[in-house]
């Protein structure tokens, strides 16, 4: 049995889980499990390569996420969740389309530190809502690269200092396109990684 194919063809056409039924989300978290049960990287913190770089969202269970589209006029583009394992710091950017001109992203900057094999703690640290005309940007790669860098992206954004914002993060599943992850508020998390 191929348990990959099966989670990909039960979320594909669920916009990330906007369009899902509570069918839809009983059959799609029980192929969540089946692959995790596979889990060829059960250590994934061993294996650093597999887990740096872009990862776009396929589906969540967040209603943190995907609370965003409620915006009149404006929907939900792509999502991604940027991680940068050698400064331990992760994005998660996403993209809000609607207007022309209007296009826009929200995006958390966050650090993370591994405490077990497969957990991380993330401390939220930068918060950013902007016009993607206004700062340039393109993709989340090129965003990020111009954060690291030191450049101002934004006139304004809010920082935090607040030791409660954060949570942690579980990934349970890992190979090289597609990771799984399960949050701190019982969130699910289906990402494919970017080529």
């Not at 650090?111 to 016009?131: C, W």
Request: glycine content about 8%.
């Amino acid at each position: 049995m191929d348990f990959k194919a099966r989670l990909l063809e039960a979320v594909a056409g669920r916009n990330r889980g906007l369009l899902m039924t509570e069918s839809d989300k009983v059959k799609i978290l029980s192929a969540v499990e089946k692959l995790e049960d596979h889990n060829p990287n059960p250590k994934p913190f061993e294996v650093k390569p597999l887990l740096d770089g872009d990862w776009r969202l396929l589906f969540t269970t967040s209603r943190d996420i995907l609370g965003i589209d409620r915006f009149p006029l404006f929907q939900l583009g792509q999502i991604y969740q940027c991680i940068r394992m050698s400064s331990a710091k992760l994005y998660n950017v996403a993209e809000i389309v609607g207007v022309p001109f209007l296009e826009g992203f929200v995006s958390v900057a966050a650090t993370f530190e591994p405490v077990s094999d497969k957990r991380v703690n993330v401390k939220f640290e930068r918060y950013m809502v902007g016009s993607q005309r206004l700062v340039g940007y393109q993709n989340p790669k090129q965003f990020i690269e111009a954060l690291e860098g030191g450049k101002k992206v934004l006139p304004a954004d809010i920082t935090s200092d607040n030791p409660r914002s954060g949570g942690w993060l579980e990934v349970t599943y890992l190979d090289e396109d597609l990771r799984i992850g399960r949050g701190n508020q019982g969130s699910v998390f289906v990402l494919a990684k970017e080529k």
